[in-house]
């Protein structure tokens, strides 16, 4: 009698979660493979969903989404608070050095330049801060693509209840690393490029239009504003699986766009709603956190130095005390959004390509020793390099 259907080579798929068994006669002598349901009659038995890792093989509801995208930072924290505490300590350190040592220099230069060079120097000292901020620019996107690219790839693997240690993450999110932060420069570049065009109208209307130019230029940077935020919404939800296609599925930029797109359809409300809600939940943590931070160090500031003796000394103990801890707040928040959206992607899949039955079917056939390949790839096109019709 077989008892164990993970070890049973022939042992039948199990039913989806929420399904009935089909009957079974009474001279059968092997259990459902997840048991009978209390109560239950010997022909039906429910299946409960398997869950070999982080969340059950099912399509996932919010609160387990809410829920596993937390529980992200406490299965493996070396590796996913680990990856979020460098990545972070580093954006902010560089930022914090680079802008930090230009923007003093630009400050000194101004204060001993002569008078009649004054608005040359201050508009050279201008361009070279605006300058300084393009190298943290640049490694926050690449960092931040990294980050986002190891967490898909940490829940990927719990849900199979396999656990990588940082190092493995980081060298297979590595390969993967040039195509997502490519694709995060091409969101940032488009979100910039919108605000600037909003921003050029807005000026150009208040500047040469007199007072009916102001208006237009008020009602434009309102309305602009708005219809900005919504169609950054829009693509926001539509796109939001694109990092983990590329990583999971190992497609190329265009092509996970098109595919997000497709596994988006039918479900763009459910997505931008658990996205919008749980970016809500996670800056409403941050902010009962940090803001009564903040004003502690306010006040003691105000009591240990209170006639501003010692106001660089001061400044400089704040500003280290914030980073202290801004940085592991921003850390934990990357790793649940990024976890948020990797497990939008499973649940999209699951709900629309059956994905589930095939991670149980892996992790089936991982548990007796097989060779099977990865559950998350889906076969291409032959040198179009777009997900097989």
């Given at each position: 009698?077989v008892?164990d259907?993970w070890q ?7 039913p989806?979660?929420g399904q009935?068994?089909?009957?079974v006669?009474?001279?059968?002598s092997?259990?459902h493979p997840?048991g009978?349901s209390p109560?239950g ?5 429910w ?11 099912r399509?996932?509801?919010f609160?387990?989404?809410?829920g596993?995208?937390f529980q992200?930072?406490?299965r ?9 505490l460098?990545v972070?300590t580093v954006i902010m350190l560089?930022?914090?050095v680079?802008?930090?040592l230009?923007t003093?220099w630009a400050?000194?230069r101004?204060d001993s330049?002569p008078?009649d060079?004054?608005?040359?120097v201050?508009?050279g ?7 300084s901020?393009?190298?943290?620019i640049?490694?926050?996107?690449i ?5 986002q ?7 990927a693997?719990a ?10 993450l980081w060298?297979t999110a590595?390969t993967?690393l ?7 420069l091409?969101l940032t570049a488009?979100l910039?490029?919108?605000v600037a065009v ?6 150009l209307l208040?500047?040469?239009g007199?007072?009916a130019?102001?208006?237009?230029g008020?009602l434009?940077g ?6 900005l935020?919504?169609v950054?919404?829009?693509?926001y939800?539509k796109t939001?699986v694109?990092?983990s296609?590329?990583v ?5 930029v265009?092509?996970s ?5 497709s596994?988006?359809?039918g479900?763009?409300?459910?997505t ?5 809600l ?8 941050t902010?009962?956190?940090t803001?009564p931070v903040s004003l502690l160090m306010?006040?003691?500031?105000a009591l ?10 001061t400044?400089?103990i704040?500003?280290?005390l914030?980073l202290?801890?801004a940085?592991p707040v921003a ?5 649940v ?6 497990l939008?992607?499973?649940?999209l899949?699951?709900?629309k390509?059956?994905?589930d039955?095939?991670?149980?079917r892996?992790?089936?056939s ?6 099977v390949?990865d559950?998350?790839l889906?076969?291409t096109?032959p040198?179009?390099g777009?997900?097989a019709a």
């Amino acid at each position: 009698m077989v008892t164990d259907p993970w070890q049973a080579p022939d042992a039948p798929i199990p039913p989806r979660y929420g399904q009935f068994a089909p009957p079974v006669s009474p001279d059968q002598s092997a259990p459902h493979p997840y048991g009978s349901s209390p109560g239950g009659t010997p022909g039906q038995g429910w299946a409960p969903p398997p869950k070999p890792g982080l969340i059950p093989l099912r399509p996932i509801g919010f609160g387990t989404l809410l829920g596993a995208s937390f529980q992200v930072l406490r299965r493996n924290p070396k590796a996913t608070f680990g990856s979020g505490l460098i990545v972070q300590t580093v954006i902010m350190l560089v930022t914090v050095v680079v802008v930090g040592l230009v923007t003093f220099w630009a400050i000194d230069r101004i204060d001993s330049a002569p008078l009649d060079q004054k608005d040359a120097v201050t508009a050279g000292s201008l361009l070279a801060g605006a300058l300084s901020a393009i190298i943290p620019i640049a490694l926050s996107l690449i960092a931040s693509a990294l980050l986002q690219a190891v967490i898909v790839l940490e829940v990927a693997r719990a849900t199979l209840g396999e656990k990588l240690r940082l190092g493995a993450l980081w060298r297979t999110a590595a390969t993967r690393l040039w195509p997502l932060a490519l694709w995060t420069l091409l969101l940032t570049a488009a979100l910039f490029i919108g605000v600037a065009v909003i921003a050029g109208i807005v000026v150009l209307l208040i500047s040469v239009g007199g007072t009916a130019g102001f208006v237009a230029g008020v009602l434009v940077g309102i309305f602009g504003g708005l219809l900005l935020a919504a169609v950054s919404a829009f693509l926001y939800a539509k796109t939001s699986v694109v990092p983990s296609l590329i990583v999971l599925e190992k497609l190329g930029v265009r092509a996970s766009v098109v595919r997000s797109w497709s596994l988006t359809r039918g479900y763009f409300w459910r997505t931008l709603g658990i996205l919008l809600l749980i970016g809500l939940i996670v800056q409403v943590i941050t902010q009962i956190i940090t803001t009564p931070v903040s004003l502690l160090m306010g006040i003691g500031a105000a009591l240990v130095d209170p006639n501003g003796a010692f106001t660089d000394e001061t400044t400089y103990i704040i500003t280290a005390l914030s980073l202290i801890i801004a940085i592991p707040v921003a850390a934990v928040a990357a790793v649940v959004q990024s976890a948020a959206i990797a497990l939008i992607y499973l649940d999209l899949r699951m709900r629309k390509e059956g994905l589930d039955l095939e991670l149980a079917r892996y992790v089936e056939s991982a548990a007796q020793g097989g060779d099977v390949p990865d559950p998350y790839l889906v076969p291409t096109a032959p040198g179009t390099g777009y997900p097989a019709a």
